[in-house]
């Protein structure tokens, strides 16, 4: 009787698996031009869930009003299961997967589910640009003057205010990463340009101190 070992068996179903999925194993990359292409089909203060959801599509999670959608380079991959029906007999499992995140898009919406607000994380390359768009709220008095004083709340400090252009710059006095503010109506935009590496601590450092802004400008009466 002839005994196969469970390394031979194990290789055997890899191979199965691979022809199964036509031995595709080609990565999927994220096209940074589609991505630009769907945000820039968002009307802030106009664009509803349905609207969105057809240029996104419907996988954004259970939060009711607020949607995110993640973009990932994908590779198809064999890798060992842990848990799930039929462990024992099937010890891996197969399937496409994420490998590395290119933009997050989130979008929140108002009771009436229009979208107020719009922020965009991009990692396509240096340097790292995230824009945040906001819904002003019509009773609210200098806008520019109140993003600058959170702005500087948080540490940055206010350049080259324009009041006729509504633009100004938010600069981090501790590196060379810049905000600029511009208010169009009754849309504020903010941009924040990283301009360290990935994975430096100096891009972490700063990331904090732009979360602090985004946040404190979301949590204000400025906007809606």
């Known amino acids: 009787m002839r005994i196969v070992s469970p390394k031979k068996h194990l290789y055997a179903m890899i191979f199965a698996i691979l022809v199964c999925h036509g031995c595709s194993t080609s990565p999927e990359f994220v096209s940074e031009m589609s991505v630009e292409d769907k945000i820039a089909r968002l009307r802030i203060g106009q664009s509803d869930k349905s609207e969105v959801e057809s240029i996104f599509g ?14 990932d380079d994908k590779q198809f991959d ?19 997967v994420p490998t590395n995140t290119r933009a997050v898009v989130s979008i929140r919406f108002n009771e009436a589910g229009i979208t107020k ?3 965009v994380a991009r990692f396509f390359q240096e340097p790292f640009v995230n824009d945040y768009w906001y819904l002003v709220n019509p009773s609210a008095k200098d806008p520019l003057e109140s993003v600058g004083s959170i702005g500087e709340s948080v540490g940055f400090k206010v ?33 924040s340009r990283n301009p360290y590496k990935r994975l430096a601590n100096e ?3 700063y990331i904090k101190r732009e979360s602090a802004l985004t946040n404190s400008i979301t949590n204000s009466d400025l906007v809606q």
Not at 61 to 70: E, T
Not at 78 to 96: K, M
């Open 78 to 96: 064999i890798y060992e299961r842990r848990q799930g029906p039929g462990l024992g007999a099937i010890p891996v499992g197969a399937g496409v």
């Open 58 to 71: 419907p996988d954004h999670g259970n939060d009711r009003d607020l949607w995110i959608y993640n973009f």
């Open 203 to 205: 891009y972490r450092g």
């Open 117 to 119: 607000g719009i922020a």
């Open 159 to 191: 350049a080259g205010l324009d009041k006729d252009a509504g633009t100004f710059t938010l600069e981090d006095p501790k590196s060379k990463a810049r905000v600029a503010i511009k208010l169009d109506g009754s849309t504020l935009r903010v941009t």
